[in-house]
């Protein structure tokens, strides 16, 4: 009798450890050679003292920088750098540099000044409004020309200390701006002053050293 291959019910094969610990086996030996093909990541762990100081020298760096392009011994690019600091700033120009300088400093203190936005906060209103407070010696007619030629505050002076002569009055401004500047110190330095009366003979000490060499 002839038995139709067709009709016949195909038989499961049984699966044996045997077998599912050499497929295992294989999957290992796969992903082993999978992982030396692939890249290997490296980190890089800097330590944060080492971080701060190289902060510290970048920001004492373009403090140097500047001053060199505001000098005009900087070429070219310091012809430009000049040209846009002092329509910005005007002629607390210099300023700027020095507090990146005095910036980089507080950096190397970080055990005294913890720095954080709040440091870079202080910066910022630093360089802001000493230009708008010396603008407000400038005739508000010729306020904008003066601006142009990068004397008196600068662009900065111009919209900020001159909007604010002509809304309040002179010595009301002043008295702000002022108020603004010593503001902007201590916050620079997060500190009081008290504290910042203390450390400023080694903050000086350190900036007189750091031009030395």
């Known amino acids: 009798m002839i038995h139709n291959s067709k009709f016949m019910p195909k038989r499961k094969r049984k699966t044996t450890h045997s077998s599912i610990n050499s497929k295992s086996k294989k999957n290992q030996v796969s992903k082993k050679r999978n992982d030396k093909k692939g890249y290997e990541t490296v980190e890089i762990e800097i330590n944060p003292e080492t971080a701060a100081e190289i902060t510290a020298i970048i920001f004492i760096l373009l403090g140097v920088l500047i001053i060199l392009s505001l000098t005009g011994v900087?070429?070219?690019a310091g012809t430009s750098i000049s040209r846009f600091l002092y329509e910005l700033f005007g002629w607390?120009?210099?300023?700027?540099s020095i507090s990146l300088i005095i910036l980089g400093v507080?950096?190397?203190?970080?055990?005294?000044?913890?720095?954080g936005m709040v440091n870079y906060l202080g910066f910022l209103m630093l360089n802001i409004w000493v230009p708008s407070l010396i603008h407000l010696f400038i005739d508000s007619e010729k306020s904008?020309?003066?601006a142009l030629d990068g004397a008196g505050g600068g662009f900065i002076g111009h919209y900020i200390g001159n909007s604010l002569k002509t809304s309040v009055s002179f010595t009301g401004a002043f008295i702000l701006f002022a108020a603004f500047i010593i503001i902007s110190f201590l916050i620079l330095f997060n500190t009081s002053f008290k504290d910042f009366s203390k450390n400023w003979n080694q903050i000086l000490l350190k900036i007189v050293t750091t031009f030395h060499h």
């Open 106 to 115: 507080v950096r190397f203190y970080h055990d005294k000044y913890k720095i």
């Open 92 to 96: 607390s120009a210099p300023i700027f």
């Open 74 to 76: 900087f070429g070219v």
């Open 144 to 146: 904008y020309e003066v």
